[in-house]
């Protein structure tokens, strides 16, 4: 991969066989497909299959959340597909988050793959200040995301996934060794959407994001691949 295609995953929260043809036409700039919920919910393991068939390296955004047990056997069923990305939420607590680890590591090591990283999901890009407070939650969105990052990071998981308003925060805590993808990217003039803490490309690349996760500036883009290309060109200059 190129150094900017390796930094970008296309959130493909669209009908598999549409977002199929949307990474195939982006891939020369997009190296990761993120598969969610309303994809595997659908389509399951077929769907992680069919971008893998394509090259993709697959984020499988999963956003585990329950007791250990059924974590670790999620996470080892995971693991076993060959995805090279898992998240889970860092507020399911240490023993989640350490059976999440354990269980994606031997899933994939029973099937021959490489181990994905564990990502835990600090607060999500969608939550305003007030609703993080509604959750209970104490302080400002990124003092609570940086708790949890602490938190995520003690129990041994690989990377975070935050807003990039939280990624200088996280780095200067955290040092180099996390991985952080941040979501809510929007490039400069698009529509936030139901994001509420979103940032630029190169914004979250010079507060140290790892892996920036695009979805609607590209797939409702007139020109995708253009809208791909710019994105990565962005990266590339941060």
Do not use: W
Request: net charge neutral; with cysteine; charged share 20%.
């Amino acid at each position: 991969m190129s150094p900017a295609r390796e930094r970008i995953a296309l959130a493909a929260d669209l009908p598999l066989e549409e977002g199929l043809r949307l990474y195939e036409r982006v891939a020369p700039h997009v190296g990761y497909a993120k598969v969610g919920l309303s994809l595997f919910v659908e389509h399951g393991p077929p769907a992680v299959a069919a971008f893998q068939r394509l090259g993709a390296r697959i984020f499988l955004d999963l956003k585990l959340h329950d007791i250990p047990n059924t974590v670790e056997l999620a996470a080892a069923r995971a693991g076993a597909l060959g995805v090279s990305l898992l998240t889970v939420h860092a507020a399911g607590g240490e023993s989640m988050l350490r059976a999440a680890v354990k269980g994606a590591r031997e899933g994939a090591r029973a099937k021959g793959h490489a181990a994905p990283r564990v990502l835990a999901v600090t607060v999500l890009t969608s939550l305003s200040a007030a609703e993080v407070a509604a959750v209970g939650l104490p302080g400002t969105p990124e003092e609570a995301a940086l708790r949890l990052a602490r938190l995520a990071v003690g129990a041994g998981v690989d990377g975070l996934v935050c807003s990039p308003r939280e990624a200088a925060a996280f780095r200067r805590e955290l040092g180099p060794t996390p991985f952080l993808c941040t979501p809510g990217i929007r490039p400069a003039g698009a529509a936030a959407g139901d994001q509420s803490r979103a940032e630029t490309p190169a914004f979250a690349m010079r507060a140290g994001a790892d892996l920036l996760v695009v979805g609607r500036p590209i797939h409702t883009a007139p020109e995708p691949l253009a809208a791909a290309r710019a994105i990565a060109e962005e990266v590339s200059s941060a």
